[in-house]
């Protein structure tokens, strides 16, 4: 048995500002690690890592951000506003040090693309950068932008237009193996780590027990 | 080279609701993966797996998660408005097909504690139940329910307040060390990942290379 502690309110004010960062940015769990591109009216690209992409629907294929206007990624909300348009890109396990470096202040002339070495690359249809390194990867419109008072965060909504990523990837019944794509997961504000798959699991019944899958979900 | 393949929105819209939404669920990355843990005015205990959990801010310390009103985690929602308080505990390698099995739809006077095996345990501060087996856990105060008209969801947000973890798993600098909690990534809707971190890494500077850290962000 480990013995468990109990940290309460007070001792998190208590706490010094860098430090209660990395305890409460660890408390939700795993995050996505994500590349956002985007490009100024000059055709300038930037690109800024975000762990605050999450799904919010399927139907219609919608996906939010928060970001922080106060804080690095502004260049990029800038131009999602400008633009109405954005690619995420799977941080995998052969970029995430260069997809962690995107973040140091560089300046707005400055493209993130350059100054970390990854490549842009782009659809004819969509006016924001891809990035090539990435194996999975999906333009997005902007569809709301949320202004959330409570702490003067923004959420941004996007509607998923087009998916890039290898054919084999995809499993007969959707599902996306991003596991096999080296896609790589966040804890707090630093950490990276890859994924080992425990199993899928079959959809739950109140009267069946659960079956274990693998990733085709069909066999094991 | 693997082939990259493209698919567009008539695509995705051509896909049946489950294959779509196996799909769509897949492209975020990695998920967190929480019990949300409630009680209603009977004390009747409720606990639901969500994949939608998202650090919103560490000063005020608050998290985010989306509800769909009309899926299974009615009980939870309710409850929430109710009492105005939650748990969230981190699902781990030793019960992650318990939570998976939160998800069928159970009776509201039935509690996903006993139906599917976990146990639940009280601070005395707290109106809703812990999970004994989650390694990491907090409660939550209900601070502001954000509707989400775009595609009728609900963002909850909530303000942290009590966190139970093991004292070891948290380095001096404040970073909790999750994986060796056992904590589980999500991926689509079905499956579960253990983590291997790659490792931490140094604050990015414009000037200067980025240094890999070990768990406690001082040495490696």
Redesign the interface.
């Known amino acids: 048995m480990?013995?468990?502690?109990?940290?309460?309110?007070a001792q998190?004010f208590s706490?010094d500002?860098?430090?209660?960062?990395?305890?409460?940015?660890?408390?939700?769990?795993?995050?996505?690690?994500?590349l956002v591109g985007t490009c100024d009216q000059h055709g300038i690209t930037n690109l800024a890592i975000i762990?605050?992409?999450?799904?919010?629907?399927?139907?219609?294929?919608?996906?939010?951000m928060?970001i922080r206007p106060d804080s690095v990624p502004r260049d990029t909300l800038t131009n999602i506003k400008q633009q109405g348009v954005y690619t995420?890109n799977?941080?995998n396990?052969d970029i995430?040090?260069q997809a962690?470096?995107?973040?140091?202040?560089?300046l707005p002339e400055q493209s993130e693309f350059e100054?970390v070495g990854l490549t842009s690359e782009y659809?004819a249809e969509v006016n924001a950068p891809f990035v090539e390194q990435s194996?999975?990867k999906?333009a997005v419109n902007l569809?709301?932008i949320?202004p959330?008072n409570?702490?003067n965060?923004i959420?941004v909504?996007g509607a998923?237009?087009?998916?890039?990523?290898?054919?084999?990837s995809?499993?007969s019944?959707?599902?996306?193996d991003?596991?096999s794509l080296g896609?790589?997961?966040v804890?707090?504000?630093?950490?990276?780590?890859?994924?080992?798959?425990?199993?899928?699991?079959?959809?739950?019944?109140?009267d069946l027990p659960?079956r274990e899958?693998a990733?085709d979900?069909l066999t094991r």
């Open positions: 480990t013995m468990q502690t109990h940290i309460n309110l998190i706490m500002q860098k430090k209660r960062a990395l305890f409460i940015n660890s408390l939700s769990g795993f995050k996505s690690a994500n762990s605050s992409l999450f799904h919010l629907g399927a139907d219609p294929a919608l996906v939010g928060i995420i799977h941080v396990v995430w040090q962690h470096q995107t973040s140091a202040r560089y100054q659809l194996l999975l999906f569809a709301e949320v959330l409570i702490n965060t959420l909504i998923i237009t087009d998916v890039l990523l290898p054919e084999q995809i499993q019944d959707g599902y996306i991003i596991e896609t790589v997961a804890s707090s504000l630093d950490s990276y780590h890859a994924t080992l798959r425990l199993a899928r699991l079959s959809y739950a019944k109140v659960l899958l990733v979900g």
